[in-house]
C-alpha cells in the first residue's frame, strides 16, 4: 500500500468519480476478482445528477436511497419506458433500452438480484377532474418544519402548500421541483382533493408525487 499511498499523494488533483469508474471497468477486462470490483463500484458509483440533463436522469432521481424494499433503490425499464419508484413519487419516460432492472448508471442488473418492482402503472391516476398547466400553479406557502404527531412533535424538511385552481395540497418541496425540473411551463398538472396525488404530463414524461396529507 506504501507505493500506491505514494503516487496518491504526488497527485495534484484528486480523480472524479467518473474516472475511478472508467478505471473499474477496465479492470473488469482484466480480473476475474468481480466481488472486489462490486466493492469499488458501490463506493465510487456516481448519485444521480442534482440537475438532470437527459429524461434518463431525470428519472434516475426518483428511485430509493438504501430503501428496505431493495426493488425501489434501482430503475425498471418495460416496454420502451423507463420507470423509477421510491413509494412517494414516480417518474416514467420513453426509452430504447431493453426490458429489465437497472442502476442509476443505467447498467442492467441481473434479475436474480433486482427484486419484484411494485405495479406502478395502479399509481398513475387516471381519473383527476382538476386539470392546469404547470405556470399556473401558485406556491403557496414555504415551510421547513409541519406538524407531526399527536404528541405535538414536528417533521423537518422541505415542504411546499401548492395552489391548484381552489385546491391547496401540500407536498414534499424536494420531491416536486425534481418532479418539474425537466417539464416546460405548458406542461399538464392533473389533481383532485388534498389527499390525492399529483400527475405532471407531457411529451411521454410523466410524474406523479404524493401528498402529505394534513
Known amino acids: 500500500m506504501s507505493a500506491l499511498a505514494t503516487r496518491a499523494f504526488a497527485r495534484k488533483k484528486k480523480v472524479t468519480k467518473a474516472r475511478a469508474m472508467e478505471i473499474i471497468e477496465r479492470l ?40 428496505v424494499r431493495n426493488a425501489l433503490n434501482r430503475l425498471q425499464v418495460e416496454d420502451g419506458q423507463m420507470i423509477g419508484c421510491d413509494g412517494h413519487r414516480v417518474h416514467v419516460c420513453n426509452t430504447e433500452l431493453p426490458n429489465g ?23 398513475i391516476p387516471s381519473n383527476r377532474p382538476g386539470k392546469i398547466s404547470l405556470d399556473a400553479v401558485v406556491i403557496k406557502e414555504r415551510h421547513t418544519a409541519i406538524p407531526g404527531y399527536a404528541d ?14 381552489e385546491t391547496l395540497i401540500r407536498l414534499n418541496g424536494e420531491y416536486w421541483n425534481d418532479a418539474t425540473c425537466m417539464f ?31
Open 184 to 214: 416546460t411551463g405548458k406542461a399538464e398538472v392533473r389533481y383532485g382533493t388534498n389527499n390525492d396525488s399529483i400527475l405532471i404530463n407531457e411529451d411521454g414524461k410523466r410524474a406523479v408525487v404524493m401528498p402529505i396529507r394534513p
Open 101 to 123: 432492472a437497472y442502476d442509476n448508471q443505467f447498467n442492467l442488473i441481473d434479475d436474480a438480484y433486482a427484486g419484484k418492482f411494485p405495479d406502478w402503472k395502479r399509481v
Open 28 to 67: 473488469q477486462a482484466t480480473t476475474g476478482d468481480v466481488e472486489g470490483l462490486s466493492e469499488l463500484y458501490s463506493y465510487f458509483k456516481p448519485t444521480s445528477p442534482s440537475k438532470p440533463k437527459t429524461d434518463q436522469q431525470w428519472v434516475s432521481k426518483a428511485i430509493g436511497k438504501n430503501d
Open 152 to 165: 405535538g412533535s414536528v417533521i423537518k424538511g422541505h415542504f411546499l402548500d401548492l395552489q391548484l385552481g
